[in-house]
């Protein structure tokens, strides 16, 4: 996933479109390469519309890819569709309980129970995932559902372990993330604003 934020300059998206390309071009008959495919247009490139066709693709191929179910939560959250996002990661995880990358399909139903309004869910499953792995994307989520269900003091020691993670993490540094609504995105930026993650 992407460390630093939107492309500079549009030499640089054209390179990153490219990057993206190349997966399905070599793959289309194959899920996992179309999955990794559409989370790289989806969450590097910023076009999520293709990355969740391309993921769709994917699991019209294999209905049973875990890469596909997984990416497809992602990228249904990020769509503004909650209820899909939760719906595919728990499809996905229901296979292998014991996945090396569970954390991430705990973080996406984290997120998917966050843009549903299901705080307490959400701070249950980003919770889960932090068990698994520390990762920036279950503290964030971790941070803005603890502010919303007026747990401010855990809001805000999420925002300093994301801070020890990443020193120069700022709010302006995140508005790269793919949130279709706006209302998504203002939210996730109010609240963060509040647990004292830096402008």
């Known amino acids: 996933m992407r460390p630093t934020g939107e492309p500079t300059t549009r030499a640089d998206l054209d390179q990153e479109t490219r990057e993206a390309e190349r997966p ?3 793959g289309s008959n194959y899920a996992d390469a179309l999955s990794w495919s559409g989370l790289a247009f ?12 391309l993921v769709e693709n994917a699991l019209y191929l294999n209905p049973n890819s875990a890469f596909a179910w997984r990416y497809n939560a992602w990228i249904s959250g990020w769509l503004g569709q909650p209820e899909r996002a939760i719906e595919s990661a728990l499809r996905g995880m229901r296979p292998s309980p014991v996945d090396p990358l569970l954390w991430s ?13 299901h705080y307490g869910e959400a701070i249950n499953w980003a919770e889960a995932s932090l068990r698994e ?5 279950a503290l964030r ?8 269900d ?5 809001a805000r020691k999420s925002v300093v372990q ?10 302006s540094g995140l508005r ?24």
């Open 105 to 117: 399909f705990q973080a996406a139903l984290a997120y998917g129970h966050f843009f549903a309004g």
């Open 150 to 154: 007026n747990r401010l003091d855990q």
């Open 133 to 137: 792995r520390l990762n920036p994307e």
């Open 24 to 26: 399905a071009d070599l």
């Open 162 to 171: 994301l801070l020890q993670l990443n020193p120069s993490l700022r709010i």
């Open 141 to 148: 989520v971790m941070a803005v559902s603890c502010a919303l």
């Open 42 to 53: 989806a969450y590097v490139v910023g076009d999520v519309e293709t990355g969740a066709a």
């Open 176 to 199: 790269w993330l793919p949130f279709r609504r706006a209302d998504d995105w203002a939210r996730y930026e109010q609240v963060l604003r509040m647990a004292r993650l830096p402008e």
